[in-house]
């Protein structure tokens, strides 16, 4: 049964910021060692006897992934980001990578249904593409519950 993706809900990513710490100090890192490496990253379901797509429609995917590259790190967030710290040590303290995250956007990705699967990829310069690894699965994630829990929850 495919998800009924009501333009009622809200936005599955409200956010940049809706990832967790780790991957805002890992895209610091790779911002400033390693940030025109080509990388491709993919959504893959392993569990291939739950067709994903039959639960989640492409569309209300496309929807949420548009969504989500429309967003970006507010001024207010950026500060938050800055003041961040860790036994009173800046974890995000060369202005350089919160320049980034004032310009940041999540790059383009692929998307396609076979056979009751989905499958979604990334590509781009490591720096760009990292975000979505958790943004992906947050969507995916919060799609197919949805959808399970409109037809009376989980099984």
């Known amino acids: ?3 009924q993706n009501s333009k009622t809900e809200q936005p599955v ?10 991957k805002l100090t890992m895209l610091q890192f790779i911002y400033h ?3 025109q490496i080509p990388v491709t990253f993919a959504f893959k379901n392993r569990t291939a006897s739950l067709r994903l797509a039959d639960w989640i429609e492409p569309e209300a995917l496309r929807d949420e ?12 967030e950026l500060d938050y980001v800055a003041g961040i ?10 202005r350089d990578f919160l320049d980034y995250l004032s310009q940041f956007r999540l790059p ?10 989905l499958y979604l990829q990334f590509h ?14 947050a969507i995916v994630n919060e799609l197919y ?3 399970k829990l409109a037809q009376g929850g989980p099984t």
């Open 65 to 76: 992934l548009d969504h989500a590259r429309s967003l970006r790190f507010a001024s207010k």
């Open 124 to 137: 781009g310069p490591w720096v760009d593409v990292s975000l979505w690894e958790t943004i992906a699965l």
């Open 85 to 94: 710290t860790v036994d009173d040590i800046r974890l995000f303290p060369n």
């Open 33 to 35: 060692r390693y940030p």
């Open 1 to 3: 049964m495919p998800s």
């Open 108 to 117: 383009s990705y692929d998307l396609k249904a076979v056979d009751g699967q």
């Open 13 to 22: 990513m409200q956010s940049l910021l809706d990832v967790d710490l780790y």
């Open 145 to 147: 519950f949805r959808a």
